[in-house]
């Protein structure tokens, strides 16, 4: 694979961009009223895939307090109000550790993936398995540039993903009877796909530490749970091994844990969704909106099984 060469990385807007500027920049820049029918890229380079996404998002963006203040981190307990325990995690000297391919057993800084890749800004539908959903602006780039530069073995059939474990820092991690630490896996094909994105930020502001700071997966056409968070390792793999939530229950959290309406969980139906911005309730979308980018990724092993 082609290693990338480093990009220089302007973060002057990034830093500065508060919510407030965030949505007045984008009703000047693209002169429209509803600020949810649009998606934009900071970087030109890369591939414009988004010209179609206005159909996809369907409501307003969730604002920045609902987004910080409404969240699932297991780690630091399992209501949905963990952002003030999810202040103790401590982001110095953050680093990404790889196993496998050209760079194995060595050590990304957090400081140097941004400087590494340049950055642009996706808005995605965020669908959790518990059958409600936001729409997010992330900030970051995509998973396959780093995928690409970290040159995996030819064998490599899934990408697994770790987050911290530190029981001092996140008191759930003391349950010790739970897998810790959480481990997420998808496919080769999934992580190279275009929708597969690190982010970094959101409006335009560092991850607050609660949804997954410095660094976490987002990948929209699946349930939330599959989005690890405040990741610290990244391995390539020949052979599957079981992710946190389907290690603990695999009929209720499976491996590929695609959207789909029709299929249920086991204790409520995947019909409809919450929207927690504005409380409407929505029809949910196969894939969450986003069949037009992935589902080539299972033409060849569309079964119920997928959405598990």
């Given at each position: 694979?082609?290693?990338?060469?480093?990009?220089?990385?302007?973060?002057?807007?990034?830093s500065?961009?508060?919510?407030?500027?965030?949505?007045?920049?984008?009703?000047?820049?693209y002169?429209?009223?509803?600020?949810?029918?649009?998606?934009?890229?900071?970087?030109?380079?890369s591939?414009?895939?988004?010209?179609?996404?206005?159909?996809?998002?369907?409501?307003?963006?969730?604002?920045?307090?609902?987004?910080?203040?409404?969240?699932?981190?297991?780690?630091f307990?399992?209501?949905?109000?963990?952002w003030?325990?999810?202040?103790?995690?401590?982001?110095?000297?953050?680093?990404?550790?790889?196993?496998?391919?050209?760079?194995?057993?060595?050590?990304?800084?957090?400081?140097?993936?941004?400087?590494?890749?340049?950055?642009?800004?996706?808005?995605?539908?965020?669908?959790?398995?518990?059958?409600?959903?936001?729409?997010?602006?992330?900030?970051?780039?995509?998973?396959?540039?780093?995928?690409?530069?970290?040159?995996?073995?030819?064998?490599?059939?899934?990408?697994?993903?770790?987050?911290?474990?530190?029981?001092?820092?996140?008191?759930?991690?003391?349950?010790?009877w739970?897998?810790?630490?959480?481990?997420?896996?998808?496919?080769?094909?999934?992580?190279?796909?275009?929708?597969?994105?690190?982010?970094i930020?959101?409006?335009?502001?560092?991850?607050?530490?609660?949804n997954?700071?410095?660094?976490?997966?987002?990948?929209?056409?699946?349930?939330?749970?599959?989005?690890?968070?405040?990741?610290?390792?990244?391995?390539?793999?020949?052979?599957?091994i079981p992710?946190?939530?389907?290690?603990?229950?695999?009929?209720?959290?499976?491996?590929?844990?695609?959207?789909?309406?029709?299929?249920?969980?086991?204790?409520?139906?995947?019909?409809?969704?919450?929207?927690?911005?504005?409380?409407?309730?929505?029809?949910t979308?196969?894939?969450?909106?986003?069949?037009?980018?992935?589902?080539?990724?299972?033409?060849?092993?569309?079964?119920?099984?997928?959405?598990?």
């Amino acid at each position: 694979m082609k290693f990338l060469k480093n990009k220089k990385f302007n973060n002057k807007e990034y830093s500065v961009t508060d919510e407030i500027k965030f949505l007045n920049r984008r009703e000047i820049m693209y002169g429209f009223a509803g600020l949810a029918t649009n998606l934009f890229s900071y970087n030109s380079n890369s591939k414009n895939i988004y010209s179609d996404f206005r159909k996809v998002i369907d409501r307003d963006l969730t604002d920045l307090k609902t987004i910080r203040k409404y969240n699932n981190f297991f780690e630091f307990g399992t209501s949905k109000q963990i952002w003030k325990s999810a202040q103790n995690l401590n982001l110095k000297d953050w680093k990404l550790t790889i196993e496998g391919g050209k760079y194995n057993n060595s050590s990304l800084y957090f400081d140097d993936l941004k400087k590494r890749f340049s950055m642009e800004e996706r808005i995605y539908k965020f669908r959790c398995v518990e059958a409600w959903s936001m729409v997010v602006p992330w900030y970051g780039f995509e998973l396959s540039k780093l995928i690409s530069y970290l040159e995996p073995p030819s064998s490599t059939k899934y990408v697994s993903f770790q987050t911290f474990f530190n029981p001092e820092q996140a008191i759930n991690q003391k349950q010790s009877w739970y897998p810790w630490p959480y481990t997420e896996i998808i496919t080769i094909e999934e992580a190279m796909n275009l929708l597969s994105f690190l982010a970094i930020g959101i409006y335009g502001k560092d991850l607050p530490k609660q949804n997954g700071a410095p660094l976490r997966l987002v990948l929209p056409w699946k349930y939330g749970f599959k989005s690890i968070k405040s990741i610290v390792n990244i391995k390539f793999l020949e052979n599957r091994i079981p992710s946190f939530w389907e290690s603990i229950e695999p009929k209720e959290y499976g491996f590929w844990a695609n959207v789909n309406p029709q299929v249920p969980h086991r204790r409520w139906s995947q019909e409809f969704e919450k929207d927690i911005g504005s409380g409407n309730k929505y029809p949910t979308e196969i894939f969450n909106g986003y069949s037009e980018w992935v589902e080539n990724l299972y033409s060849r092993k569309m079964d119920k099984n997928l959405y598990f």
